[in-house]
C-alpha cells in the first residue's frame, strides 16, 4: 500500500495553529512564537511530515541551510561551538552543514567551496589561515555571513570574537595582584591572532604594574596539546626566579601539570597558574586550576542568530566582541599573605 503524504493543512489542524503558521516554521522565518514553533514542530515529528525541499526551495530561492567552516571537529573548543549554533538553527528550521579546514589553507578554501557550492543560505567561518581578502570575497558567495575570532573592517557587523586582550591581562593581573613578579607565558602559535591578542594583554598588565617584559619568559607553544610537555618541562626546569605561568589555553595548562609532575614541583606552592578557556576539565585538575572563562555556548549560539537575522535582514550595525571572565580557583598562591 502506497504511503500516504502528510499535507501542511494536516500539520496545522494537528498543531491547532495555521497554514500560514506551519509554513513559517518550514521555511525558517523568525516571526513564529516560540509555543507555535514547538507544538508545530510537534506535529511534523508526530505526523512524519517530510516538506518537498526541492519545491520548497525553488519558490523561496533558500535552501534552508547553514554551514560551518572550524578548524577541527572535535576537542573542547569546537564541539560546543558547533553544538550550540546547531541548536540555535534548528530552532529557525534551518539544517547544519559542518566542514572542517584542519588547518590548512587549501583544506578551508575547499570547505568555503563545497559549502558554497550546496548553496546554503549562510556560513559561520572560523578561519586561521584564509586572509580578510579572500574572505571578504567569499562573502559575496553567501546571503549570511558570520565570522569568528578575528575582526574584518569591511564585514565589521558579520564579526563575532572575544576580547582576547582583556582575557590574557586579566589572567596576569590575577598573578600580580598575587604578588608574582616573575611571570612567564606559554603561548598558542603567534600565527594566530587570539594567541597574539593575549599575549598583549600579559604585556599590558606587567606594564601596569611596573614590571618589565622580559621576551625570554614568553614561550610559543600550542592550542592543542601536540609539544607543549617538552617546552613547559624545559621552562620550569630552568625556572630560576619564575614563580608563576600564564598559559594561554587549558591545554597548555595540562602539560605544564604534567610538567610540575615530573619535576616534583607543586602547583599552587611552588609554581602558581592561571590559564585561558575554563574547559570541563579545569574543575576537576588538582588544584582546581584557575582560568579565563570563553563562552563558548554564548558565542556558537549568538552567530547563529546573527545569521538568521542577516536573512531576515535585521544586519546589526557593529561587530560584536564578548567579554572573558576570570574564574579563580586554588592554582595561585598569595605572596602577600
Known amino acids: 500500500m502506497e504511503k500516504k503524504t502528510i499535507t501542511i493543512k494536516e500539520v496545522a489542524e494537528y498543531a491547532n495553529v495555521s497554514q500560514a503558521t506551519v509554513s513559517r516554521v518550514i521555511n525558517g522565518q523568525a516571526s513564529v512564537k516560540e509555543k507555535n514553533l514547538v507544538k508545530v514542530q510537534q506535529a511534523i515529528e508526530a505526523l512524519g511530515y517530510t516538506p518537498n525541499l526541492a519545491a520548497q526551495a525553488l519558490a523561496s530561492s533558500r535552501s534552508n541551510s547553514v554551514g560551518m567552516l572550524v578548524g577541527s571537529l572535535d576537542g573542547p573548543f569546537y564541539g560546543p561551538l558547533m553544538h550550540s549554533a546547531e541548536d540555535e538553527l534548528y530552532r529557525a528550521g534551518l539544517h547544519f552543514i559542518v566542514t572542517s579546514g584542519q588547518e590548512s589553507e587549501v583544506k578551508e578554501r575547499d570547505a568555503l567551496n563545497f559549502l558554497r557550492s550546496k548553496q546554503?543560505?549562510?556560513?559561520?567561518?572560523?578561519?586561521?589561515?584564509?586572509?580578510?581578502?579572500?574572505l571578504k570575497q567569499f562573502a559575496h558567495g553567501f546571503k549570511a555571513l558570520v565570522v569568528l575570532n578575528r575582526f574584518i573592517p569591511e564585514l565589521d557587523h558579520q564579526c563575532l570574537s572575544l576580547d582576547n586582550e582583556l582575557g590574557g591581562y586579566l589572567a596576569t593581573k590575577n598573578l600580580l595582584d598575587n604578588g608574582h613578579r616573575h611571570i612567564a607565558c606559554i603561548t598558542g602559535p603567534l600565527s594566530k591572532p587570539d594567541a597574539?591578542?593575549?599575549?598583549?594583554?600579559?604585556?599590558?598588565?606587567?606594564?601596569?604594574?611596573?614590571?618589565a617584559y622580559d621576551p625570554r619568559l614568553t614561550i610559543e607553544g600550542r592550542f592543542d596539546h601536540e609539544g607543549n610537555f617538552v617546552k613547559a618541562y624545559d621552562l620550569l626546569a630552568n625556572a630560576g626566579t619564575i614563580t608563576a605561568v600564564f598559559c594561554q589555553n587549558d591545554n597548555i595548562a595540562l602539560a605544564v601539570y604534567d610538567a610540575c609532575a615530573k619535576l616534583n614541583l607543586t602547583i599552587g606552592e611552588d609554581i602558581s597558574l592561571v590559564s585561558f578557556d575554563n574547559d570541563l576539565m579545569s574543575s576537576h585538575m588538582r588544584p582546581r586550576l584557575s582560568t579565563v572563562g570563553f563562552p563558548i555556548y554564548e558565542m556558537g549560539k549568538l552567530a547563529g542568530k546573527m545569521i538568521i537575522d542577516q536573512l531576515h535582514e535585521k544586519q546589526t550595525l557593529t561587530s560584536r566582541k564578548l567579554v572573558p571572565q576570570l574564574v579563580e580557583r586554588d592554582s595561585v598562591k598569595n605572596l602577600n599573605a
Open 120 to 134: 546554503v543560505d549562510g556560513a559561520i567561518v572560523h578561519s586561521d589561515k584564509l586572509s580578510d581578502d579572500e
Open 196 to 211: 597574539r591578542d593575549r599575549l598583549s594583554g600579559y604585556i599590558r598588565a606587567l606594564a601596569e604594574h611596573n614590571v
